[in-house]
């Protein structure tokens, strides 16, 4: 036992005097198609994204595909083509966008088709109708007026609307500032299903705050059953810990074939707005 203290102490002027950055062997698979693709009842809010997933020590945007060939097709035939960034936009490179404005009918069933490299990839999702939102109004959080994570914003909106119960229903929201997407961190998703909401949807608190004078959209999005859990998986993924009573890390469950990761969404919209008046 004698020894113990010198061989700990010999330990450590070896360990200060090897210091050495080492690079892990990660056994990085090869680069997979990722495909994000909304098609909806409302105009202009039809898009695919094609981009390639990256190595763990790269860094910056995530590779884009702009030589994909896209289309969409119904269950009734008609097809739709989709180009790539026709305006030739610097922030849509990887988007394609329908080549014909259309929008989607609720109740149709809609399949994507991707040729990248060879491969064909496909996703199927159908439309389902979405409920009204009734309206919108805001009050101030105290809490968030105490300690705010943006300066002067503090007013929470609240949503107003009635859940249909005769169906089983999942929703996606999406929170806008002044017509910008606001999220506060990367895992920010937004969803639920009609259990969790229940038949009045009755003064939802928004998870995003606001200022005097700003203005707060809300849109709410009808998901199938197959995109509740695509979003499900992905939000535990993105929360997950790392520790020892999380389960491993896994990809999303996909509509999309082939090994392609991402997920091809039909939704109706609604959508509603107000202003922020200073109280």
Partial sequence: MKYIPVIVISSVFIFWSCEKTVLLD???MPSKIVIEGLVTNQ??????KISRTSGFYESGQTPRVVDAVVSVEDDLGSEFIFTHNPND???STGYYFPATEFVG??????????FV????????DQLFAVTDIDSLQYQINSDERSEPKEEDKFYEVLLYAKEPQATTDYYLFKFYRNDSLKIYAPSDIYFADDKTLGEEINGVPSPVYYAPEDSARVEMYSLSREGYVFYSDLFNLLNNDGGMFSPPPANSRTNLSNGALGFFHASAVAISGIRIKED
Wanted: a negative charge; zero cysteines.
């Fill in 26 to 28: 990660l056994n990085q």
């Fill in 43 to 48: 105009p202009g809010y039809q898009f695919v």
């Fill in 89 to 91: 936009h610097p922030d």
């Fill in 105 to 114: 009918e609720i109740g149709r069933r809609y399949l994507l088709q991707v």
């Fill in 117 to 124: 490299d060879g491969e064909n990839y496909q996703a199927e």
